[in-house]
């Protein structure tokens, strides 16, 4: 049996950017993140040059606490949601704030499991993860990369290149 109770103002990793921040923590088995996402953020706009990928390739299983949020598959369908909305998000999608608030979102994930886990270190140690067997076009990859960059580069105003990353790549 398991009972953990952590807070997302103490998280284990802070991700700031330009239209917003995230704050992340993983608890029994479950990655919980929080992003307050300002007017103007936008995945295609904000994300994309990060990661490569015509759109967001993460599923999301997300609840919506303030603000209003934009998602379009990549088949053009869309939706728009708001305070007390549930969203389940498939690959392939983009996303942004609509309207003037910001938006506040938190959005659920399975961590990783056995040998599968690939994992990357920001030099300062904090470790980002993702699940291999799930990753088959590397597209999450590609987003692991990034979220080390994006990390050294807003949090230790420094750059850490594609090559050292995957040098640095385990699995667990």
Same mark, same amino acid.
């Given at each position: 049996?398991?009972?953990?109770? @952590?807070?997302?103002?103490?998280? #284990?990793?802070?991700? +700031?950017?330009?239209? &917003?921040?995230?704050?992340? *923590? $993983?608890?029994?088995?479950?990655?919980?993140?929080?992003?307050?996402?300002?007017?103007?953020?936008?995945?295609?706009?904000?994300?994309?040059?990060?990661?490569?990928?015509?759109?967001?390739?993460?599923?999301?299983?997300?609840?919506?606490?303030?603000? @209003?949020?934009?998602?379009?598959? #990549?088949?053009?369908? +869309?939706?728009?949601? &708001?305070?007390?909305?549930? *969203? $389940?998000?498939?690959?392939?999608?983009?996303?942004?704030?609509?309207?003037?608030?910001?938006?506040?979102?938190?959005?659920?994930?399975?961590?990783?499991?056995?040998?599968?886990?690939?994992?990357?270190?920001?030099?300062?140690?904090?470790?980002?993860?993702?699940?291999?067997?799930?990753?088959?076009?590397?597209?999450?990859?590609?987003?692991?990369?990034?979220?080390?960059?994006?990390?050294?580069?807003?949090?230790?105003?420094?750059?850490?290149?594609?090559?050292?990353?995957?040098?640095?790549?385990?699995?667990?």
């Amino acid at each position: 049996m398991t009972l953990q109770t @952590r807070n997302l103002d103490s998280p #284990d990793e802070k991700r +700031e950017f330009d239209h &917003g921040a995230m704050h992340v *923590l $993983a608890l029994d088995g479950t990655t919980f993140v929080r992003g307050v996402l300002e007017p103007g953020w936008r995945w295609s706009i904000d994300v994309q040059p990060l990661v490569g990928t015509d759109s967001c390739q993460v599923a999301h299983a997300s609840y919506i606490i303030s603000g @209003r949020f934009g998602v379009r598959l #990549d088949d053009g369908t +869309e939706t728009e949601a &708001g305070p007390g909305d549930a *969203l $389940a998000v498939s690959p392939g999608h983009d996303a942004w704030v609509v309207g003037d608030q910001p938006c506040t979102i938190i959005d659920f994930a399975p961590a990783p499991a056995g040998d599968a886990t690939r994992i990357a270190r920001c030099p300062c140690g904090v470790q980002f993860r993702i699940d291999g067997t799930t990753d088959t076009d590397g597209a999450q990859l590609e987003h692991l990369i990034a979220a080390v960059q994006q990390h050294a580069a807003g949090s230790h105003g420094h750059d850490v290149d594609r090559d050292h990353i995957l040098d640095e790549l385990t699995t667990g």
